[in-house]
């Protein structure tokens, strides 16, 4: 009963119905549903229009727990070899959040490594991966590596400071879902004169009609498994409730009720082969994707690609 309820509360957001999305997170947080429920029930009950990144310390918490631990160290260990293949000069992160994928594999650039470019629109999340460059231990940025912050988003790094910069490599954790395809295809295809390698990790995702049955049953069975990793014993912990209303809530509703007032859409997420697609579109060469490590949400991938820098 309690997931029939949250399905038709999921509906109810695509609707653009908050109040009877929330009516029906309530009733199934009543009768005891899964975790997902109670979440839910609070959230809507909130005050509309939290943001992802909102509450930084929300999603610090959430990537250094649950699954995010083996995560992003397969993450990190990838970008170390792309590293260490390209013998990467120049390097430019777009969301580098606070640089808990970078930092470990920057040790694979060393004697190579000239300069480091980290875009983040969180001033909060960029102060973190500037504090976690200084810490390092080797120093993941030496002295020889020039580092320049942008406290902003992807597209108005492109706008405005792409000149006559180039990186041997780009480079995009989990960020680019962040940007609403069209503005992510002009992002990308900005980017592709000014660097010879691209290089992205996201989720591949199920491929179902958005607000479809389908989909609405995934995100409710990924998502409840994703609280379960906060919870002890089944029991929601105070890290729960962060990671839940900091971040997993906002994330959930704002993809599926982008056009309410108040709400806040944060992720355009995609089947492999749609991100494929678009980069291929975007006009590189040599795309490729490969299988990087399962996740609660949708098993990461990595996508590789040839620009047109030298």
């Known amino acids: 009963m309690g997931e029939d ?11 653009g119905d908050r109040d009877a999305a929330r ?4 009733r199934a947080a009543a009768g005891g549903g ?4 109670r979440a839910l029930a609070e959230h809507l009950g909130g005050a509309a229009g939290t943001a992802v990144y909102d509450r930084p310390a929300a999603f610090e918490a959430f990537i250094r727990g649950g699954g995010n631990v083996p995560l992003y160290a397969a993450v990190s260990d990838a970008l170390a070899r792309a590293y260490r293949r390209h013998a990467v000069r120049d390097l430019l992160d777009v969301g580098c959040g606070d640089g808990t994928a970078l930092v470990p594999a920057l040790p694979a650039a060393a004697g190579t490594l000239r300069g480091l470019d980290l875009v983040e629109p969180s001033a909060a999340l960029l102060a973190g991966a500037q ?8 120093p993941a940025a030496a002295a020889t590596v020039a580092v320049r912050t942008w406290p902003e988003s992807a597209q108005r790094f492109t706008t405005h400071h792409l000149g006559g910069r180039s990186w ?4 995009s954790t989990f960020a680019l879902q962040s940007l609403p395809v069209a503005e992510r295809g002009a992002v990308l295809q900005a980017l592709r004169p000014h660097t010879a390698h691209l290089l992205v990790v996201e989720f591949d995702v199920p491929d179902a009609v958005h607000g479809s049955g389908e989909h609405l049953r995934s995100l409710l069975a990924r998502y409840e498994r994703g609280l379960a990793e906060y919870a002890e014993d089944g029991v929601p912990t105070a890290t729960t409730d962060l990671v839940a209303q900091g971040f997993l809530m906002p994330v959930l509703t704002g993809q599926l009720l982008p056009a309410a007032p108040g709400a806040v859409r944060t992720n355009w997420e995609h089947p492999a082969g749609t991100w494929r697609e678009q980069v291929r ?8 994707t490969e299988a990087l490590h399962d996740y609660w949400s949708s098993p990461a991938f990595l996508l590789t690609a040839r620009g047109d820098a030298a």
């Open 5 to 15: 309820l949250l399905e038709r509360s999921l509906a109810a957001l695509v609707r």
């Open 23 to 26: 009516e029906a997170a309530e």
């Open 34 to 37: 899964p975790l997902l429920a």
């Open 131 to 138: 504090q976690r460059l200084a810490a390092a231990d080797p």
């Open 168 to 171: 041997t490599l780009v480079q």
């Open 281 to 288: 579109a975007a006009g590189y060469r040599d795309v490729r």
